[in-house]
């Protein structure tokens, strides 16, 4: 496997899956642009031999698609997931040691490795050597977009008990001192936050490394959702098929592997506002304070590779690392919440906000109605697990008489729609937390979720063409079918929640005084129905990112029942709100310049 970032460069070129992009390109704004286009063009991973303002390589797009990522860890790809299988399940290894001895014998090989020499053969430079990459129009500055942030735990020292995340850094712009500080964005759950807080009891900064480049295994397992006591940087020697080689200058760990090393503090109580940036929901995260690693020193091969990746709306490359990370994980979601088959983060509608699970039901094998029981049992396990644990809406059902895949998903909602009873099988839990991205709920990381879980036989038949109620309604207009059972209507602009509720009052009393419509259980109450309804992923993004379920969702003939909520058709009201984030729009004259990487006798000129 690859020793170092260059080394896969060469061998992808190699292979036809690089291009070396020769001409000058800016990396505010147009590096990104480039790696936009190429990447809807299912093109090749790039390499940018001559950024502007500085004097290091980058390289963009090398787990662009599933093949290509597969491609780089061929050599490691079996026995890695061997290992995982084995965390996830040691019995295997119980019943059958020798079938099992080379998992082991793998594993062993992967312990890091200590070297002396401190940061021997790196140079010491500044923040503003490194390429300086400002993705979106409104981003508050450059920003690293494949980090692997080390922290150690305070109360338990030395690489074994540390954290490798992936967290975004702010190299520059708002308030921070040039070359002296940048931001770090991240949850207070994570395992970084936990060693903040450790550091904050005892009153000592939280010395942090931030590694850059490196073998690709570095970068993903900066990622990796690990089975517990499985160390980052074990899986990431695992993955490279060579130990993960270490020093230490000044007190702070250094990756001898990696192409740059950015060291630093985070003092206790210290944040200043970091962002805006564009992010994988599709719209810009906003300012908030977060903490400030104040620079120590920053390190550089001597001819390091910047690697970056640019998120924005799915799918972008992080789609393939989600893709990446479920093949090499496998099964461990089922040992981690017992009943569970299958659990799918919907890319399309941002990975955090939209869940679909597959479960057992066996709970209720003898009554005459069969209804979710175990079901909702799984439902609040995935909804306390990890990052499942930032999702808004689950959607739930019992796999029995046929077939049932959570990833065909135009499948999986009809066959929920189809079973559900909407007076009974839709649970909210109010006042909780959501991802830190999402600006649907009412403040940051606080808004709400909804299960909506499924099982038995049909209960209906789903529309394939508009209900009659839906059409000649006053103020609302344009309904255009979604999917089969789901229907996009459009309404006025939405002003406040006092108001929005006088009109979804209003809409709801109107359709259930044209007759029963078991045939459309949902209906999506947006800006522009036309958006909504051309494409599932359409449907997807904007229903499930601009909705709130607490505060967005309505009912036709809605009531309460000894405080449950049920209805006869469910309403989301998704259309934009004031305090919703804007969306990612490029910049046209940045798209304009970069045609000429494009045209012909450019570096691009065969990417369509």
Request: charge should be negative; proline fraction near 7%; charged fraction near 20%.
């Amino acid at each position: 496997m690859y020793p170092t970032l260059e080394a896969c460069v060469n061998d992808l070129e190699r292979h036809g899956h690089l291009v070396r992009i020769r001409e000058e390109v800016d990396p505010d704004l147009e590096m990104a642009a480039v790696h936009l286009r190429v990447f809807e063009a299912g093109g090749p991973a790039l390499l940018f031999e001559n950024v502007k303002g500085s004097r290091y390589r980058a390289v963009s797009n090398l787990f662009g698609t599933l093949e290509r990522s597969k491609y780089i860890f061929r050599q490691t790809w079996q026995s890695t997931q061997n290992v995982i299988a084995l965390r996830n399940d040691p019995m295997k290894a119980l019943k059958q040691p020798f079938r099992h001895v080379r998992a082991a014998l793998a594993a062993t090989k992967a312990l890091p490795l200590r070297q002396g020499g401190g940061a021997s053969g790196f140079e010491e430079i500044a923040i503003t050597d490194l390429p300086l990459i400002k993705h979106w129009p409104m981003d508050g500055g450059a920003f690293v977009t494949l980090p692997q942030v080390y922290t150690e735990d305070p109360d338990k020292p030395g690489v074994m008990n540390a954290n490798l995340g992936m967290y975004r850094v702010q190299l520059t712009g708002n308030d921070y001192a040039t070359n002296e500080e940048i931001g770090l964005h991240y949850q207070i759950h994570r395992g970084i936050g936990i060693h903040q807080h450790k550091a904050n009891r005892k009153g000592e900064p939280l010395r942090a490394s931030i590694f850059v480049g490196g073998p690709p295994s570095h970068t993903l397992s900066a990622v990796m959702p690990l089975p517990e006591g499985l160390s980052e940087l074990t899986f990431a020697g695992l993955l490279a098929g060579r130990r993960f080689r270490y020093s230490y200058a000044d007190g702070f760990c250094i990756s001898l592997d990696a192409d740059f090393v950015i060291t630093g503090e985070i003092h206790p109580g210290e944040t200043k506002p970091e962002g805006p940036f564009g992010d994988h929901l599709g719209y810009y995260s906003l300012v908030h304070p977060f903490p400030v690693l104040r620079v120590r020193k920053v390190y550089a091969k001597r001819n390091a590779i910047w690697p970056f990746t640019v998120v924005g709306r799915p799918p972008q490359e992080d789609t393939a690392f989600g893709a990446l990370i479920h093949e090499l994980t496998g099964d461990a979601v089922k040992q981690e919440v017992p009943g569970v088959k299958e659990v799918h983060a919907v890319d399309a509608a941002g990975v955090h906000p939209l869940l679909f699970a597959i479960g057992s039901e066996r709970y209720t094998p003898y009554t005459e109605v069969k209804q979710p029981a175990e079901l909702l049992t799984i439902a609040n396990r995935i909804l306390g697990t990890g990052q499942l644990s930032l999702a808004k809406y689950l959607f739930i059902a019992a796999e029995e008489n046929e077939p049932l895949s959570t990833h065909r998903e135009a499948e999986f909602l009809r066959y929920v729609l189809e079973r559900i009873d909407l007076r009974r099988d839709v649970h909210f839990q109010t006042n909780t937390t959501i991802d830190t991205l999402d600006y649907s709920g009412t403040g940051i990381n606080q808004g709400s979720k909804v299960v909506f879980a499924a099982c038995g036989g049909k209960k209906r038949e789903l529309c394939t063409d508009v209900p009659a109620q839906l059409a000649g309604l006053r103020d609302y207009g344009n309904p255009v079918l979604v999917l089969p059972g789901i229907v996009a209507l459009e309404g006025p602009a939405f002003v406040g929640y006092a108001e929005a509720e006088r009109q979804l009052r209003e809409l709801t009393d109107a359709i259930g005084a044209r007759g029963a419509m078991p045939e459309c259980p949902l209906i999506v109450l947006c800006d522009d129905s036309s958006f909504v309804g051309a494409s599932l992923a359409n449907f997807l993004w904007a229903t499930f990112t601009r909705s709130n379920p607490s505060h967005d969702i309505y009912g036709v003939n809605g009531g309460y029942a000894f405080k449950h909520w049920g209805c006869d058709n469910v309403v989301i009201d998704a259309r934009t709100k004031p305090h919703h984030a804007p969306p990612l729009v490029p910049d046209p004259a940045v798209e304009k310049r970069i045609d000429r990487l494009f045209a012909s006798g450019g570096s691009l000129s065969g990417v369509r």
